[in-house]
């Protein structure tokens, strides 16, 4: 049974670690509520946060419009995406085996990225109509559906191609680098034939972006995240054993290729329907599960409960630098992470060569 003090319980330099990355944390959210095309002074936006979520009832209608209708959806957005991808990844790396999986390589950003294109060009009104009263369902509300189904239907079929041969690591890391190639060729030729009106707003979805973002996605997204809170309980266990390896886990009594299927299910649930709200924004589901590794080892009933609160904040420390950055109006949070996840790939690259 896993210690409620386990904090207390680490090396110095590890705990120095941990209150480093609370520091960050509380400097990411204060810059994500300051920043932006109007910046707030600190004491306005302190003053705005404990008057009212009412515009009209702040000490500045503006500055509460922008901190409750703009900068505090697309933060909270931003927390549960980053949540959802790191522990996509940190669930995908053990059922992997491999330090280098996530939820590119298995083809589950690519499947969610073609059906959620496809959806925004069918869709009479746009990605951004919200009108579930009407006769139309909200395409924003049947984003996260669409991309879940198409995460799915690859990581499907990228599990059904690796079982063909014997289900092994590293046979879904081939097949799923195979699966993704063609999704994301897909992707870029359907783009390329039918979506010049919207090329330009389907381009910026897929560089993986916060911007824009409001309460209506947190409450498309909200489900998901909550579905996944529920489950991963469930799931620390099965993964702790297909940690030991396939003989190992068989011989206490799991059931392998069942319990790689469910957890390569909850890695698409969760991945998937993230970028079906934001694009796909790499690198998350990478960088995050070995930190929490290193500060907290191996067992899944720490690891993923830090993978998510790592991914959390990786993803709002990179919002809040796209916006800081100067000569651009704002970079995208995918292009950020991908020029923080490069270096570290090609790191853990090099270190398993």
Not at 136 to 145: D, E, G, H, I, K
Not at 226 to 244: D, F, I, R, V, Y
Request: charged share 10%.
């Amino acid at each position: 049974m896993s210690n409620p003090g386990w904090l207390l319980q680490l090396s110095r330099h590890r705990l120095m670690l941990v209150l480093g990355l609370m520091l960050v944390a509380v400097a990411a959210i204060v810059v994500n509520l300051l920043a932006g095309a109007v910046t707030l002074p600190f004491g306005l936006l302190w003053q705005t946060l404990w008057s009212s979520v009412d515009a009209a009832a702040g000490p500045d209608a503006v500055a509460a419009d922008v901190l409750w209708q703009l900068r505090m959806p697309r933060l909270l957005l931003g927390l549960l995406v980053g949540g959802q991808l790191a522990v996509a990844g940190a669930i995908l790396q053990v059922v992997l085996r491999n330090p280098l999986a996530d939820s590119h390589i298995l083809g589950i950003s690519g499947g969610a990225s073609l059906l959620a294109v496809l959806l925004f060009l069918f869709a009479s009104d746009g990605v951004l109509t919200v009108a579930v009263w009407d006769w139309q369902v909200s395409t924003l509300y049947l984003m996260p559906w669409a991309a879940t189904a198409g995460g799915l239907l690859a990581a499907g079929l990228v599990f059904r191609l690796s079982a063909a041969g014997g289900l092994t690591p590293m046979r879904l890391v081939l097949c799923g680098i195979a699966v993704a190639s063609v999704l994301n060729a897909l992707v870029g030729g359907i783009l390329a034939g039918w979506g010049h009106a919207n090329a330009e707003t389907v381009l910026a979805w897929l560089a993986g972006t916060l911007y824009g973002r409001d309460w209506l996605y947190i409450w498309a997204l909200l489900p998901w995240s909550l579905l996944g809170l529920l489950l991963l309980p469930a799931m620390a266990k099965p993964l702790n054993l297909l940690q030991l390896g396939e003989e190992s886990a068989t011989s206490l009594g799991l059931a392998v290729t069942r319990w790689r299927g469910l957890s390569l299910v909850m890695a698409s649930l969760l991945a998937a329907s993230a970028v079906g709200m934001v694009g796909p924004v790499g690198f998350v589901g990478l960088l995050v599960p070995p930190i929490a590794r290193a500060l907290v080892g191996s067992d899944m009933r720490r690891q993923l409960p830090l993978s998510g609160l790592l991914g959390a904040l990786l993803v709002v420390a990179a919002d809040g630098v796209g916006r800081l950055m100067p000569g651009a109006n704002e970079l995208p949070v995918g292009v950020v992470t991908s020029l923080v996840g490069v270096p570290f790939f090609i790191y853990v690259l090099r270190r398993q060569s």
